[in-house]
């Protein structure tokens, strides 16, 4: 699932499948040629039919006439100490008398005609008649408060009387969405739209420069509008390389930062405050371990609080699993137990170069000699430091001795970084060479992982180790007498690499 949320006015989402229960709930002939006319005419939104997928467009001109209609009183200007009750605002709407034993029928033919608020009851009471209901329609559906022609055939068939009445309708701080409420707040002319991130039950912001001011009531604001969030915290510093965790301070509710978070249906425990977590990288995560087979080896060289590690123990992989910072360590020993893999995974907590060539040497120095080619196990390796993993791939450079009893046994490496250039694919595989000391041309992919920021792309740089890389084979004349070796320990020092 993913958890990127947004609010502002500059997009607008849809689930593209929303026309589709209420047409198949009706028989009649009019109300699916109303539905089909709103489904092609939603205002500002051009619905473009794809499986589980959601579409946004830019606003039209209808769309200022609904921020018009739909916008907190002008009194909340500037506010940055949130007042609910100044947010109450009466509007005249549309509504159609029913008799309360079809309103649920009325409901589901006018389902695009019926005015759609948070919170927002779309049936009151009619004053004059107990047995009669108001249902309220969207003034911008029905303009000049008279039903257009289909509206009108389906009432018909319904033996509802088409005539339209005017309505008081008072909104407040509740049927407002979160966008129209900041929209109202933040000073004409500056920009709304910013997004946050869900771990649990925290709301994770980047707030801009202009918002700060704001930002106690923009936290009160997203804690109000979104169910489960009882804490907000913005980012005050960029990430840490080292340890790859970020100031932050806490804007609105609890300060609890401890929570659980679940990805690929795996839950993880963790202290925001001092570890790195993503929930933009789930699909990532979940792209690696497909990857894998049961029997399989990795070895997680930044492995966090466990996304890769985890997943890969449940599918019967063998597991190192290392972090430099001890929050991070902790924590991944804490999930190991809580999902149960404890038994499955070595960790440690090393800086990642110490990593690869202590353990990690040691692991493939043990285990490579004694593959056989009809064995299926695969060795993988993963880098996931963005800011800083290619930097790691030199120590690659003769890491074992001897020679490869096998190409299909050399370990496969999956290597994130950033790239701000015109071809990332291109930057990221010539950085990659250049640390390695080979050309991997013909011999590697790149996945484009995410968009991090404007022009700065996340990457994902997977091949297979060449042999003349991984492996520094033994001067030919070792067998012979020290005083007869034409091969000296000078000599494989300067050896080089072929590019």
Not at 70 to 89: C, D, I, W
Not at 323 to 330: A, F, G, H, K, R
Not at 445 to 472: G, H
Request: proline share 6%.
């Amino acid at each position: 699932m993913r958890t990127l949320w947004r609010f502002g006015y500059s997009a607008r989402l849809l689930k593209t499948n929303h026309f589709r229960t209420a047409a198949s709930n009706t028989s009649f002939p009019a109300v699916r040629m109303l539905l089909a006319r709103y489904s092609g005419r939603i205002p500002g939104v051009f619905v473009v039919v794809k499986k589980n997928k959601f579409f946004t467009m830019p606003e039209t001109v209808e769309d200022k006439a609904n921020l018009e209609l739909y916008s907190p009183h002008p009194q909340v200007r500037g506010m940055t100490l949130l007042n609910r009750e100044a947010f109450k605002r009466t509007v005249v709407v549309p509504v159609l008398k029913v008799k309360k034993e079809i309103v649920n029928t009325l409901l589901k033919s006018l389902k695009h005609t019926v005015l759609q608020r948070p919170g927002l009851k779309r049936v009151v009471e009619d004053p004059e008649d107990e047995d009669s209901r108001l249902v309220i329609l969207d003034p911008h559906k029905i303009p000049e408060f008279s039903l257009g022609q289909l509206e009108q055939e389906v009432v018909k068939q319904l033996n509802v009387h088409p005539e339209v009445s005017k309505y008081n309708l008072e909104l407040t701080y509740e049927n407002f969405k979160s966008e129209e409420i900041l929209r109202a707040v933040l000073p004409e002319g500056q920009e709304v739209t910013s997004g946050f991130s869900r771990v649990g039950h925290i709301a994770h912001l980047n707030l801009r420069d202009h918002q700060l001011p704001y930002r106690h009531l923009i936290g009160q604001v997203i804690i109000d509008k979104n169910p489960g969030i009882t804490c907000v915290v913005n980012k005050t510093s960029i990430i840490d390389s080292t340890y790859r965790n970020f100031q932050m301070e806490v804007l609105a509710g609890e300060s609890n930062l401890v929570t659980k978070v679940k990805e690929n249906n795996i839950a993880y425990e963790l202290d925001f405050s001092k570890v790195y977590w993503n929930p933009r990288l789930s699909t990532e995560h979940g792209r690696i371990i497909e990857l894998l087979k049961p029997g399989d080896v990795l070895f997680d060289v930044f492995a966090g609080i466990g996304p890769f590690a985890i997943p890969a123990a449940k599918k019967k992989c063998h597991v190192f699993a290392n972090d430099l910072n001890p929050e991070s360590y902790n924590w991944l020993l804490h999930n190991c137990k809580l999902n149960k893999v404890d038994n499955k995974i070595k960790a440690f907590n090393m800086d990642g170069r110490d990593f690869l060539l202590g353990p990690v040497r040691e692991e493939l120095s043990k285990e490579l000699p004694l593959l056989k080619e009809e064995q299926k196990t695969s060795f993988h390796i993963v880098m996931n430091l963005p800011a800083l993993a290619i930097e790691f791939l030199d120590v690659f450079r003769h890491l074992l001795a001897g020679e490869p009893c096998s190409t299909a046994g050399l370990p496969t490496v999956h290597c994130y970084g950033f790239s701000k250039h015109d071809d990332p694919a291109k930057d990221i595989q010539e950085r990659a060479e250049a640390s390695l000391g080979t050309s991997l041309d013909g011999r590697c992919s790149t996945y484009l992982v995410r968009n991090v920021a404007p022009n700065k792309e996340m990457l994902c740089i997977s091949f297979r180790i060449p042999a003349d890389v991984l492996y520094k084979r033994p001067c030919p004349d070792e067998a012979k007498p020290a005083s007869k070796r034409l091969c000296t320990s000078k000599d494989l020092s300067e050896e080089k690499l072929p590019r």
